[in-house]
Protein backbone atom coordinates (compact mmCIF):
# COMPACT_ATOMS: atom_id res chain seq x y z
CA UNK A 1 0.00 0.00 0.00
CA UNK A 2 1.28 3.28 -0.69
CA UNK A 3 2.69 5.44 2.18
CA UNK A 4 2.18 2.45 4.49
CA UNK A 5 5.34 2.80 5.98
CA UNK A 6 4.58 7.01 6.60
CA UNK A 7 0.79 6.16 8.35
CA UNK A 8 2.31 3.31 10.73
CA UNK A 9 5.15 5.36 11.70
CA UNK A 10 2.38 8.92 12.05
CA UNK A 11 -0.22 6.86 14.19
CA UNK A 12 2.86 5.85 16.58
CA UNK A 13 4.57 9.64 16.86
CA UNK A 14 7.69 7.67 15.25
CA UNK A 15 8.57 9.90 12.33
CA UNK A 16 11.79 11.61 11.98
CA UNK A 17 11.88 15.29 11.24
CA UNK A 18 12.81 14.69 7.32
CA UNK A 19 10.30 11.69 7.56
CA UNK A 20 7.75 14.25 8.52
CA UNK A 21 8.30 17.15 6.35
CA UNK A 22 8.72 14.54 3.23
CA UNK A 23 5.30 12.60 4.73
CA UNK A 24 3.46 15.88 5.06
CA UNK A 25 4.21 17.00 1.36
CA UNK A 26 1.63 13.70 0.35
CA UNK A 27 -2.37 13.88 -0.59
CA UNK A 28 -1.97 10.71 2.25
CA UNK A 29 -0.93 13.33 5.10
CA UNK A 30 -3.37 16.01 3.56
CA UNK A 31 -6.53 13.22 4.16
CA UNK A 32 -5.30 12.18 7.60
CA UNK A 33 -4.78 15.44 8.80
CA UNK A 34 -8.55 15.95 7.64
CA UNK A 35 -10.10 12.62 9.18
CA UNK A 36 -8.40 14.18 12.15
CA UNK A 37 -10.55 17.21 12.34
CA UNK A 38 -13.81 15.40 11.45
CA UNK A 39 -13.71 12.49 13.80
CA UNK A 40 -13.52 15.17 17.14
CA UNK A 41 -16.75 15.59 16.18
CA UNK A 42 -17.64 11.31 16.06
CA UNK A 43 -15.78 10.07 19.29
CA UNK A 44 -16.16 11.21 23.16
CA UNK A 45 -14.00 12.94 24.55
CA UNK A 46 -13.32 10.63 27.34
CA UNK A 47 -13.39 6.92 27.42
CA UNK A 48 -11.41 4.63 29.35
CA UNK A 49 -11.22 1.50 27.62
CA UNK A 50 -9.39 -0.08 30.31
CA UNK A 51 -11.51 0.86 32.93
CA UNK A 52 -14.60 -0.32 31.50
CA UNK A 53 -13.38 -3.41 30.06
CA UNK A 54 -12.57 -4.20 34.02
CA UNK A 55 -16.18 -2.88 35.01
CA UNK A 56 -17.25 -5.77 32.47
CA UNK A 57 -15.05 -8.42 33.70
CA UNK A 58 -16.28 -7.84 37.64
CA UNK A 59 -20.06 -8.12 36.72
CA UNK A 60 -19.11 -11.80 34.94
CA UNK A 61 -16.38 -12.56 37.71
CA UNK A 62 -19.42 -15.37 39.29
CA UNK A 63 -19.69 -17.05 36.52
CA UNK A 64 -16.40 -18.15 36.57
CA UNK A 65 -12.29 -17.14 36.87
CA UNK A 66 -11.39 -14.19 35.82
CA UNK A 67 -8.01 -13.15 34.58
CA UNK A 68 -6.33 -9.79 35.40
CA UNK A 69 -6.46 -6.99 33.08
CA UNK A 70 -2.93 -6.87 32.70
CA UNK A 71 -2.54 -10.15 30.72
CA UNK A 72 -4.69 -8.76 28.16
CA UNK A 73 -3.54 -5.16 28.04
CA UNK A 74 -1.03 -5.97 24.82
CA UNK A 75 -4.23 -7.63 22.84
CA UNK A 76 -6.24 -4.28 23.48
CA UNK A 77 -3.61 -1.97 22.62
CA UNK A 78 -2.81 -4.20 19.27
CA UNK A 79 -6.75 -4.02 18.53
CA UNK A 80 -7.06 -0.41 19.42
CA UNK A 81 -4.73 0.05 16.89
CA UNK A 82 -5.79 -2.11 14.14
CA UNK A 83 -8.84 -0.77 14.19
CA UNK A 84 -7.58 2.66 13.74
CA UNK A 85 -5.36 1.70 11.04
CA UNK A 86 -8.34 -0.17 9.20
CA UNK A 87 -10.03 3.15 9.57
CA UNK A 88 -8.28 5.34 8.12
CA UNK A 89 -6.67 3.65 5.56
CA UNK A 90 -11.03 3.00 3.87
CA UNK A 91 -11.16 6.79 4.45
CA UNK A 92 -7.78 7.65 2.54
CA UNK A 93 -7.63 4.57 -0.04
CA UNK A 94 -11.37 3.26 -0.51
CA UNK A 95 -14.76 4.69 -0.92
CA UNK A 96 -13.74 7.08 -3.58
CA UNK A 97 -15.90 6.78 -6.26
CA UNK A 98 -18.15 9.33 -7.21
CA UNK A 99 -21.87 8.79 -7.88
CA UNK A 100 -24.27 10.86 -9.69
CA UNK A 101 -27.77 9.82 -9.52
CA UNK A 102 -30.73 11.29 -11.06
CA UNK A 103 -34.76 10.98 -10.00
CA UNK A 104 -37.73 10.72 -11.52
CA UNK A 105 -38.64 13.70 -14.32
CA UNK A 106 -34.85 14.77 -13.28
CA UNK A 107 -31.84 15.17 -16.09
CA UNK A 108 -28.27 16.79 -15.27
CA UNK A 109 -24.96 17.66 -16.97
CA UNK A 110 -21.69 16.12 -15.66
CA UNK A 111 -18.24 17.31 -16.02
CA UNK A 112 -15.97 14.74 -15.91
CA UNK A 113 -12.01 14.92 -15.09
CA UNK A 114 -10.67 15.31 -18.35
CA UNK A 115 -13.23 17.62 -19.32
CA UNK A 116 -15.85 14.98 -21.42
CA UNK A 117 -19.61 16.03 -20.57
CA UNK A 118 -22.30 13.55 -19.94
CA UNK A 119 -26.17 14.18 -19.87
CA UNK A 120 -27.58 11.58 -17.31
CA UNK A 121 -31.46 10.90 -18.28
CA UNK A 122 -34.28 10.66 -15.41
CA UNK A 123 -33.63 7.81 -12.93
CA UNK A 124 -30.09 6.99 -14.06
CA UNK A 125 -26.83 6.88 -12.15
CA UNK A 126 -22.88 7.25 -12.92
CA UNK A 127 -19.85 6.17 -10.85
CA UNK A 128 -16.49 6.78 -11.46
CA UNK A 129 -13.34 7.08 -9.47
CA UNK A 130 -11.95 10.52 -10.00
CA UNK A 131 -8.56 9.58 -7.95
CA UNK A 132 -7.40 7.24 -10.90
CA UNK A 133 -8.92 8.96 -14.02
CA UNK A 134 -5.27 10.06 -15.53
CA UNK A 135 -4.51 5.95 -16.28
CA UNK A 136 -8.23 4.45 -15.94
CA UNK A 137 -10.58 6.66 -17.54
CA UNK A 138 -13.93 4.48 -16.89
CA UNK A 139 -17.58 5.27 -15.46
CA UNK A 140 -20.34 2.28 -14.79
CA UNK A 141 -23.64 3.14 -15.87
CA UNK A 142 -27.34 2.55 -14.80
CA UNK A 143 -30.00 3.55 -17.06
CA UNK A 144 -29.50 6.10 -20.00
CA UNK A 145 -26.68 8.73 -20.40
CA UNK A 146 -25.37 11.10 -23.47
CA UNK A 147 -21.45 11.32 -23.93
CA UNK A 148 -19.14 13.98 -25.25
CA UNK A 149 -15.77 12.44 -25.04
CA UNK A 150 -12.43 13.86 -24.96
CA UNK A 151 -9.92 12.79 -26.97
CA UNK A 152 -7.29 11.30 -25.01
CA UNK A 153 -7.02 7.56 -24.05
CA UNK A 154 -9.08 5.02 -23.94
CA UNK A 155 -12.76 5.74 -22.54
CA UNK A 156 -14.84 2.85 -21.28
CA UNK A 157 -18.61 3.11 -20.13
CA UNK A 158 -19.38 -0.06 -18.37
CA UNK A 159 -23.05 -2.15 -17.81
CA UNK A 160 -24.64 -4.85 -16.60
CA UNK A 161 -25.46 -5.21 -20.69
CA UNK A 162 -22.02 -4.70 -21.67
CA UNK A 163 -18.85 -2.38 -22.18
CA UNK A 164 -18.50 0.04 -24.29
CA UNK A 165 -14.97 1.85 -25.90
CA UNK A 166 -14.09 4.85 -27.51
CA UNK A 167 -11.09 7.04 -27.62
CA UNK A 168 -12.97 10.26 -28.99
CA UNK A 169 -16.73 10.92 -29.64
CA UNK A 170 -20.20 11.48 -29.11
CA UNK A 171 -22.66 8.95 -28.23
CA UNK A 172 -25.61 7.51 -26.08
CA UNK A 173 -26.03 4.54 -24.28
CA UNK A 174 -29.18 3.32 -22.67
CA UNK A 175 -29.00 0.26 -19.93
CA UNK A 176 -32.65 -0.35 -19.30
CA UNK A 177 -34.37 -3.80 -17.90
CA UNK A 178 -34.84 -5.49 -21.28
CA UNK A 179 -33.06 -2.92 -23.24
CA UNK A 180 -29.69 -2.27 -23.93
CA UNK A 181 -28.97 0.19 -27.18
CA UNK A 182 -25.89 1.74 -28.01
CA UNK A 183 -26.24 4.86 -30.58
CA UNK A 184 -22.97 6.38 -32.12
CA UNK A 185 -23.09 10.23 -33.13
CA UNK A 186 -20.14 10.94 -34.19
CA UNK A 187 -16.56 9.03 -34.03
CA UNK A 188 -16.22 5.31 -34.21
CA UNK A 189 -17.81 3.08 -31.05
CA UNK A 190 -16.68 0.06 -29.54
CA UNK A 191 -19.16 -2.19 -28.03
CA UNK A 192 -18.66 -5.72 -26.34
CA UNK A 193 -21.86 -7.91 -25.41
CA UNK A 194 -21.96 -11.61 -24.58
CA UNK A 195 -18.30 -11.59 -25.48
CA UNK A 196 -18.61 -10.15 -28.57
CA UNK A 197 -17.35 -6.68 -30.23
CA UNK A 198 -19.39 -5.16 -32.50
CA UNK A 199 -17.58 -1.68 -34.25
CA UNK A 200 -20.68 1.33 -34.93
CA UNK A 201 -19.73 3.96 -37.20
CA UNK A 202 -21.27 7.48 -36.99
CA UNK A 203 -24.79 6.86 -37.53
CA UNK A 204 -25.42 3.68 -36.46
CA UNK A 205 -26.86 1.43 -33.54
CA UNK A 206 -26.85 -1.53 -31.84
CA UNK A 207 -29.77 -3.02 -29.70
CA UNK A 208 -30.73 -5.48 -27.58
CA UNK A 209 -34.09 -6.05 -26.44
CA UNK A 210 -35.31 -8.92 -24.45
CA UNK A 211 -31.59 -10.91 -25.60
CA UNK A 212 -32.19 -10.42 -29.21
CA UNK A 213 -29.94 -7.84 -31.17
CA UNK A 214 -30.62 -5.46 -33.72
CA UNK A 215 -29.44 -1.90 -34.48
CA UNK A 216 -29.25 0.36 -37.89
CA UNK A 217 -27.15 2.59 -40.61
CA UNK A 218 -30.27 5.28 -40.25
CA UNK A 219 -29.45 7.60 -37.40
CA UNK A 220 -30.41 10.64 -38.42
CA UNK A 221 -30.31 12.86 -35.52
CA UNK A 222 -27.21 14.50 -34.01
CA UNK A 223 -28.07 14.13 -30.94
CA UNK A 224 -30.64 11.90 -28.52
CA UNK A 225 -34.04 13.72 -28.73
CA UNK A 226 -34.45 13.41 -24.64
CA UNK A 227 -31.73 15.95 -24.12
CA UNK A 228 -34.57 17.74 -25.86
CA UNK A 229 -37.13 16.97 -24.07
CA UNK A 230 -38.47 14.70 -26.13
CA UNK A 231 -38.38 10.72 -26.07
CA UNK A 232 -38.40 9.35 -29.80
CA UNK A 233 -39.08 5.67 -30.53
CA UNK A 234 -38.85 3.18 -33.65
CA UNK A 235 -39.92 -0.26 -34.01
CA UNK A 236 -39.49 -0.80 -29.76
CA UNK A 237 -42.33 -2.73 -27.75
CA UNK A 238 -44.57 -0.46 -26.40
CA UNK A 239 -43.64 -2.09 -23.35
CA UNK A 240 -40.38 -0.23 -22.53
CA UNK A 241 -42.12 3.23 -24.06
CA UNK A 242 -44.74 3.28 -20.89
CA UNK A 243 -41.70 2.41 -19.02
CA UNK A 244 -39.74 5.41 -19.93
CA UNK A 245 -43.44 7.85 -19.75
CA UNK A 246 -43.12 6.72 -16.07
CA UNK A 247 -39.34 7.40 -15.84
CA UNK A 248 -40.47 11.07 -17.47
CA UNK A 249 -43.29 12.39 -15.72
CA UNK A 250 -43.16 10.45 -12.32
CA UNK A 251 -46.70 8.28 -12.90
CA UNK A 252 -47.63 4.92 -13.25
CA UNK A 253 -49.65 3.41 -16.12
CA UNK A 254 -52.24 0.74 -16.42
CA UNK A 255 -52.93 -1.00 -19.05
CA UNK A 256 -53.80 -4.52 -18.17
CA UNK A 257 -56.10 -5.56 -20.98
CA UNK A 258 -53.75 -4.22 -23.90
CA UNK A 259 -51.13 -6.06 -25.56
CA UNK A 260 -47.92 -4.21 -24.52
CA UNK A 261 -45.59 -5.88 -26.64
CA UNK A 262 -46.85 -4.07 -29.78
CA UNK A 263 -44.03 -2.73 -31.51
CA UNK A 264 -44.48 1.38 -31.27
CA UNK A 265 -42.78 4.16 -33.45
CA UNK A 266 -43.09 7.54 -32.02
CA UNK A 267 -42.30 10.39 -29.62
CA UNK A 268 -43.97 12.07 -26.38
CA UNK A 269 -43.01 15.41 -25.11
CA UNK A 270 -41.74 15.76 -21.45
CA UNK A 271 -43.11 19.26 -20.80
CA UNK A 272 -46.24 18.59 -21.46
CA UNK A 273 -48.68 15.19 -19.79
CA UNK A 274 -51.97 15.58 -21.90
CA UNK A 275 -50.08 15.90 -24.69
CA UNK A 276 -47.84 13.25 -24.29
CA UNK A 277 -50.14 10.35 -23.06
CA UNK A 278 -52.02 11.39 -26.39
CA UNK A 279 -48.86 10.95 -28.17
CA UNK A 280 -48.39 7.10 -27.67
CA UNK A 281 -52.35 6.59 -26.98
CA UNK A 282 -53.88 7.48 -30.32
CA UNK A 283 -51.62 5.77 -32.64
CA UNK A 284 -52.82 2.74 -31.10
CA UNK A 285 -56.43 3.62 -30.71
CA UNK A 286 -56.31 3.61 -27.11
CA UNK A 287 -58.14 6.25 -24.60
CA UNK A 288 -56.98 7.46 -21.84
CA UNK A 289 -57.49 8.77 -18.23
CA UNK A 290 -55.89 10.71 -15.36
CA UNK A 291 -56.83 9.64 -11.97
CA UNK A 292 -55.50 10.08 -8.35
CA UNK A 293 -54.22 13.38 -8.64
CA UNK A 294 -52.65 13.01 -11.95
CA UNK A 295 -50.38 10.21 -10.05
CA UNK A 296 -51.81 7.36 -12.04
CA UNK A 297 -53.24 6.96 -16.24
CA UNK A 298 -55.30 3.98 -17.22
CA UNK A 299 -55.14 2.86 -20.91
CA UNK A 300 -57.91 1.13 -22.86
CA UNK A 301 -59.40 0.25 -26.21
CA UNK A 302 -61.79 2.42 -27.30
CA UNK A 303 -65.36 1.95 -27.72
Not at 34 to 39: A, D, E, G, I, V
Amino acid sequence: MEHEYYIKKWLNGELTGDELKAFEQTDTYASLVKLTKHSKGFAPEVYETEAELEKLLTKIQDKGKVRTLDRFRPLITAAAAVAVFAMLYFVVFGNTDTVIETQVAEKTEISLPDTSNVTLNALSSLTFNEKDWKTNREVSLEGEAYFKVAKGARFDVRTSAGIVTVLGTQFNVKNRKGHFEVICYEGLVSVTHNGSTTKLPAKSSFVVIDGNITGSNGVVANQPSWTQNESTFKSIPFELVLQEFERQYGVSILANDIDTNVLFTGRFVHNNMELAIKSIALPLNLTYKIVNEKQQIVLSFED
